[in-house]
């Protein structure tokens, strides 16, 4: 159950839902983050009254915090939880990291490898913790430095030296790197029709020397609106009502010079729909641009259907290695229905 970031207020109801979630043999329940709450105070607030979900976040913003923070906040939890944490982090974009966080968002490659290593290494705690990078060296002794900066090791012995850290990524290189590095994903725009267009980075990553899982142990975790409807006039209306969600991403989530969400649009087979998506929305026509996405589109992105359809459009996403999928679920009622229909 994807639980995401909050908006203007905090949400409510959150805690019959975690509870429902448990009780129907939900696997896990995430959260995210973006510029408003974080993603772990909710992790260690609702999950306190679980025991069996995993508690995972989609995403932590690597640039809102240091390697070794990131790494402090998830061996802290893991140990409240007794060893349920995943930790799922992701660059974010330039116009957050450094609007919002006021650092450099450069070479995002080279960081994520960073931050992997420097946590792995916090959660290993082998050896006192040090970085040779360039974006996030340790000790530090740059400009500014008073030169006593010392290798630590945590003072807490972390309960798992293999927490799961899964990564969300988009391009070609970043989910080769993902593959290589990490022990899930987290795509943001994964659908039956477009794992094709993945299966030849990952295998890339997999194969690389010192990989750290193979295809048969790597986790995919898909995010898609899931909805059991009556017949097809429910399904259209659903799909309407997903349309504004796609032209966001399309067109408005970032700077035109750089989306990434709209590249992987644009990969998956619809960039002159991107292209003219994305003029609209940020002319401010969002209803034209919203009136441009295909029904056939939004199908392929979620999953909605009649029982019997559901059902079988969720084999098709696991046949083409999905084995998760994130959604967002609004009651008690709904996730006892949809567990009871998948599980």
Known sequence: M???????????GVGELVAAAED??????FTAEAW????????????RETSKVRLGTSIVQMSGRTPTSIAMHALTLDHLSGGRVILG????GPQVVEGWYGVPFAKPLARTREVVSIIRQVLAREAPVTNDGPHHPLPYNGPGSVGLGKPLKPIVHPLRA??????????????????????????????????????????EGFARPGARRTRADFEIAATCHLQVVENAEQKQRVIEAMKP?????????????QNFHHQVFTRMGYGELAD?????YLSGEKDKATALIPDELVDDMHI?????????????????????????????????GIAELLA
């Open 2 to 12: 994807q639980l995401g970031y909050w908006s203007a207020q905090p949400p409510q």
């Open 24 to 29: 129907a043999g939900f696997d896990a329940i």
């Open 36 to 47: 408003g709450s974080d993603a772990f105070t909710p992790l260690a607030w609702w999950g």
């Open 89 to 92: 982090m992701g660059v974010s």
């Open 162 to 203: 293999d927490l799961p850290i899964w990564l969300g990524a988009e391009g070609p290189k970043n989910v080769a790197q993902t593959a290589e590095i990490a022990d899930g994903w987290i795509p943001i725009f994964y659908t039956p029709k477009s794992a094709g267009m993945y299966q030849p980075w990952l295998d």
């Open 245 to 257: 969600f796609v032209s966001l991403y399309m067109g408005g989530m970032g700077a035109k010079e």
């Open 276 to 280: 003219e998506v994305q003029e609209l």
């Open 304 to 336: 909605i259907g009649t029982p019997s359809e559901v059902k079988e459009r969720v084999a098709q996403w696991e046949e083409t290695g999905v084995t998760t999928l994130l959604l967002s679920c609004r009651s008690a009622e709904e996730i006892r």
